[in-house]
């Protein structure tokens, strides 16, 4: 079966730091994968997605950038935080080519910039 | 592009009664339905879904029903338990997923 980890869980950071959030996943070969970013505990915002390895679309303009290293890799980064990056981000993926798939989410990373 | 609106927004219903989350959408190509659940700190989880060449799916408690003519979707909850609480989001796949924007539920004892 296939599993979807992030790390780390929890994460807090001064403003102007760095940030790297990874998300990897098992059980599946060239998944699209996806980065997502929830405000207030609710309203899921896309940020990123990826349909292949070094393939990375961005939804918003932003802070933040995305990179697939690996088939299922998926890395969150910044080089300096802002106070607004603050949310729980959540990864998801979902079977290449499939069409009506769905999606299938980590259990997230809650990051709080001071 | 597919636009997915959901209410209402905060639901509390009695423990044992039925709690109802209705979703509409813009896009008549949609054909699948899912619909989440995510509890505090968590994250979202697949619950039910639906395709649109089906008008209704049960699952014990947990019912979705679809009009396509009318392009809404609605989320059933039957006899609710203190652990349906939780955020519900709905969304629609055209060619993009697309979520509404989610329903807190509550549960009282």
């Known amino acids: 079966s296939q599993t979807i980890h992030q790390w780390p869980a929890t994460l807090v950071q001064p403003v102007g730091s760095p940030l790297s959030l990874e998300c990897t996943v098992e059980?599946?070969?060239?998944?699209?994968l996806y980065w997502y970013r929830q405000a207030a505990g609710r309203g899921l915002q896309l940020l990123f997605y990826s349909v292949g390895i070094g393939q990375i679309s961005s939804e918003v303009p932003q802070n933040l950038s995305a990179s697939r290293p690996q088939d299922r890799q998926f890395i969150l980064s910044s080089k300096k935080l802002l106070l607004s990056d603050s949310g729980f981000y959540l990864c998801a993926w979902d079977a290449t080519g499939g069409t009506s798939e769905t999606q299938y989410f980590g259990p997230g990373t809650r990051l709080l910039v001071l | 592009g597919e636009n997915v609106e959901q209410h209402p927004s905060t639901l509390s219903v009695q423990e044992g009664d039925s709690a109802v989350i209705k979703c509409t959408y813009s896009?008549?190509?949609?054909?699948?339905f899912p619909w989440y659940k995510q509890e505090l700190g968590k994250g979202p989880q697949l619950i039910i879904d639906?395709?649109?060449?089906?008008g209704e799916k049960k699952d014990q408690r947990i019912a979705v029903t679809l009009n396509k003519t009318a392009k809404h979707f609605s989320l059933h909850i039957t006899e609710t338990q203190p652990e349906d609480s939780a955020v519900y989001f709905c969304?629609?796949?055209?060619?993009?997923?697309?979520f509404g924007s989610g329903t807190q539920l509550t549960v009282l004892p």
């Open positions: 969304a629609a796949i055209g060619g993009q997923l697309t």
């Open positions: 896009d008549s190509a949609s054909n699948y």
């Open positions: 059980g599946t070969s060239n998944p699209n």
């Open positions: 639906i395709r649109s060449n089906v």
